[in-house]
């Protein structure tokens, strides 16, 4: 049963927020609507969903982040994390899932637990899907979406129907995308997969990383991955070499181009300019 703060059990609720906040310090929580939670810090966005029969997860951070994580949990909710649905494989995301798998169970798109295979990570989802699927439990349903390749080619786009909410995972970013090609990453299937995510009747979306944002942001998200093709497609058709990739795609009015160090600049944009390069051969 959810906590709820009473007379009698003030005590009790302020010592279990002490020990959420003991320890490393390095995450905090943060109520998103009822009965949905935000666990930010080091490492992906974790969503926690709260039901009366025990608590979904979305994503759980690095591996030294389990105790933090199940502290934070227990400051809003009496009752254990029954199941963990993995956005991607990426090590801030997935990390702690062989802790969790010690008593609840991960479940990822198929091709997510393949890369979690493949790059020798721990915790590989003992259930996985491949278009869609569900968890119910105390009464709540929460969705998860496979709708192509995007941050990397095993994303899943969670959803919460009855509070309007979806979990990006890093499909959406609150400062610039990083395009995982390693890892099946493809900036033309992300605008498709952003443009599917749109069909899901939200209006609060929690990102891979940031604060939150609204249906808005991720309307302004896809159309600046758009503008960054184009961009980048006129470049090449202008006779652009790679070497010359990083320094001309940066644009005052494309917020991705201007963070010296993003994972964007550093790590995206070679790919990006072989990918379309490769389109318009």
Request: glycine fraction near 12%; aromatic fraction near 8%; proline fraction near 3%.
């Amino acid at each position: 049963m959810i906590k709820r703060l009473m007379q009698g059990g003030l005590a009790l609720s302020l010592m279990l927020i002490s020990l959420a906040l003991w320890g490393q310090g390095r995450l905090d929580i943060q109520g998103v609507k009822e009965g949905l939670y935000m666990i930010t810090g080091a490492g992906g966005n974790i969503g926690v969903r709260l039901t009366e029969e025990g608590v979904i997860l979305i994503d759980d951070k690095f591996p030294q982040d389990f105790e933090e994580i199940q502290s934070l949990v227990a400051s809003v909710s009496d009752l254990p994390v029954k199941y963990v649905i993995n956005t991607h494989h990426h090590g801030d995301h997935s990390g702690s899932n062989a802790s969790f798998l010690e008593f609840a169970e991960v479940v990822a798109h198929k091709n997510a637990r393949d890369n979690i295979i493949r790059n020798n990570q721990d915790g590989a989802p003992r259930i996985v899907f491949v278009d869609e699927t569900a968890v119910f439990l105390g009464g709540v349903e929460v969705q998860a979406h496979y709708m192509g390749t995007g941050h990397t080619n095993g994303d899943a786009v969670v959803y919460f129907p009855d509070l309007k909410t979806i979990h990006g995972g890093d499909l959406l970013h609150t400062t610039a995308p990083f395009i995982d090609y390693g890892n099946g990453g493809s900036s033309r299937g992300w605008v498709s997969t952003l443009n599917g995510m749109l069909t899901l009747d939200f209006d609060t979306a929690i990102p891979g990383h940031g604060p939150l944002m609204d249906r808005r942001d991720v309307v302004n998200f896809r159309n600046q991955m758009e503008t960054i093709r184009q961009r980048m497609t006129d470049l090449i058709r202008d006779g652009l070499e790679p070497g010359g990739a990083l320094d001309a795609i940066r644009d005052p009015t494309l917020s991705w181009t201007q963070a010296e160090n993003g994972l964007f600049m550093t790590r995206s944009v070679t790919g990006l300019f072989v990918e379309i390069a490769t389109e318009i051969e």
